[in-house]
């Protein structure tokens, strides 16, 4: 009996090879991540550095945003609108901000309060908020 199975579990195993469904290969996701990259005092003003990427398949010609800074007590120590301006296809930016007077040490995080500008491939007001992906290196959070 065990003579007989052998071959046979081995010809269903070759039968059934090529009706397996190839693997699929990951697409890279559709989005635009903004990094909080470094937090420094420079000249009693808190200056941000953010890390932008476009992994959309269109340019984004612009975009901006409404920025609410909180300090270390959780209170809103401040406001500031960001524009990052134009970004073509798979291209990564570096943009600087003096978001706050005095130290950074101050700031707790950063939220992301509203998108005030966004034009994707030529569509004006294209809403960005659900292509966003938001990380921070920095002692900062950067938040939704």
Known sequence: MQ?????????????????????????????ISIQLNEA???DDACR???????DLA?????????????DTSEGVSGYAAVDFGGLPAG????RQYDVLKGDCASIARVLLNDVRACE??????????PLLRLSSRSDID???
């Open 3 to 31: 003579k007989f199975l052998v071959p046979v579990l081995a010809a269903l195993t070759c039968l059934s090879w090529p009706l397996t469904a190839p693997t699929a290969v990951a697409q890279p996701a559709e989005m």
């Open 91 to 94: 291209k990564t930016r570096v």
């Open 58 to 70: 269109d340019t984004v010609q612009a975009l901006g945003l409404d920025l609410v800074v909180f």
């Open 48 to 54: 941000l550095t953010f890390v932008i990427r476009n």
């Open 40 to 42: 420094v005092t420079v």
């Open 142 to 144: 950067l938040i939704l």
């Open 120 to 129: 994707i491939g030529g569509s004006a007001g294209a809403d960005c908020l």
